[in-house]
Every structure is written in structure tokens, then in C-alpha cells.
């Protein structure tokens, strides 16, 4: 589920759609969960499917560690691709705002977390990348973890709309990272190498 301070809106005729934050988000929040509304395909059920159907999930979906494919049942499905963004995929089945999030603006995730299958080239942002991978978790999850591990601590700071979402497990998960009684899980847990 998404945050539910957003909204899906129309950019622009390149981009189509996306997910806009309808009020400040700040650093810390967390910005999406996975919920038991979320549907996820094996890989033998996606191959069963007809090609319409597989077209649509690989254009709406997110591959897990397994290499199922993820689609949300919200407007979350239309959280656009940014080599700057400000969200971050976790460990823990749940993203993370890494900066704070102004009313107006998107909330994006960089695609190269979200184990994809085919490289495309993204719009122009004035980095150094311009091409999103299949390995980037394998290249990027330290620069990731550095990012999602400044901002964990806030977790229990901020005020979190999905935190009843959230299971026990992974609440007793957060705590003990903030508290230093377990390290904090790196994004590259969420990896899924096709064969």
C-alpha cells in the first residue's frame, strides 16, 4: 500500500502518470508496504498467462528475490523511475523515504532496485548513469544501504501512516536495528539473478 498522503497525477505526455505526495513526507517515512492486497505471480503462473497479461505485469510489476513478479493494487504501481530518488527499497518488504518529500512533488524509485529484465535508457537527469540494468543492486547496493541506513533511525521519530501494516516481526526487526542489537539488512537481500 501506498502512503496515503499522495495521489496519482498526470506529469506529462512522456512520462504519463505518477505518484505525487499530497502533503510533506519526511525523511524516515516509510512510503510503501507490501499488503496482503498485493498480488504476486510465480514465474510458472506468469508463463501460464496469456501474452496480453504478461505485457501488462511486465509493465506494472516488480520482481521480488524470488523472481516473482509484484503488482500492487494501488496508485503504487505508478511510482516513476529517478536516479535521484527519494525513495528506497528495504529488506523488509517496505520503502523508505531517504529525503524529506515536498507537497507537489513525485515520490520516485530508482528502477535498478526492482530487478529488471531488459537495460533502458531513462531520461536525462544529469547523472552519471543513464541506463538502468538488470544488475544494478549487484553495482549500487552499498551506495543504497549508506542512504536507507542514514535515514532507519527516524522510522520511530516520524509519524507513520502504514505502520499498521507493518507485522510484528518486522517492528521487532526496526527496533533492534535502531537499537544496535542487529544490523541493519542491505537492499541486496532483495536481489533476484534470472538464469
Not at 531520461?123 to 552519471?128: D, F, L, Q, V
Not at 544501504?145 to 516520524?158: E, N, R, S, T, Y
Not at 527496533?175 to 538464469?195: C, Q
Request: one cysteine or more.
Amino acid at each position: 500500500m501506498i502512503h496515503p498522503h499522495t495521489q496519482l497525477q498526470y506529469i506529462n505526455d512522456e512520462i504519463g502518470h505518477g505518484v505525487v505526495a499530497t502533503k510533506f513526507i519526511p525523511a524516515g517515512t516509510i512510503t510503501w508496504v507490501l499488503d496482503k492486497l498485493d498480488r504476486t505471480f510465480t514465474i510458472k503462473e506468469f508463463q501460464k498467462l496469456d501474452k496480453l497479461y504478461q505485457d501488462i505485469l511486465d509493465f506494472y510489476t516488480y520482481r521480488n528475490s524470488k523472481g516473482n513478479f509484484v503488482l500492487c493494487w494501488d496508485h503504487g504501481r505508478f511510482v516513476n523511475h529517478s536516479f535521484k530518488s527519494n525513495c528506497l527499497s528495504t529488506a523488509y518488504d517496505f520503502e523508505i523515504a531517504i529525503r524529506d518529500i515536498h507537497p507537489g512533488e513525485q515520490l520516485t524509485d530508482d528502477y535498478g532496485y526492482l530487478n529488471i529484465e531488459t537495460p533502458f535508457r531513462a531520461a536525462e537527469e544529469g547523472t552519471k548513469r543513464k541506463t538502468v540494468y538488470p544488475d544494478d543492486l549487484k553495482n549500487y547496493h552499498k551506495v543504497w544501504d549508506k542512504k536507507i541506513a542514514a535515514v532507519f533511525p527516524q522510522i520511530l521519530k516520524v509519524d507513520q501512516p502504514l505502520d499498521k501494516l507493518l507485522s510484528d516481526k518486522t517492528k521487532k526487526e526496526i527496533s533492534e536495528v535502531i537499537n544496535g542489537n542487529k544490523p541493519l539488512a542491505s537492499i541486496l537481500e532483495i536481489y533476484y539473478e534470472a538464469n
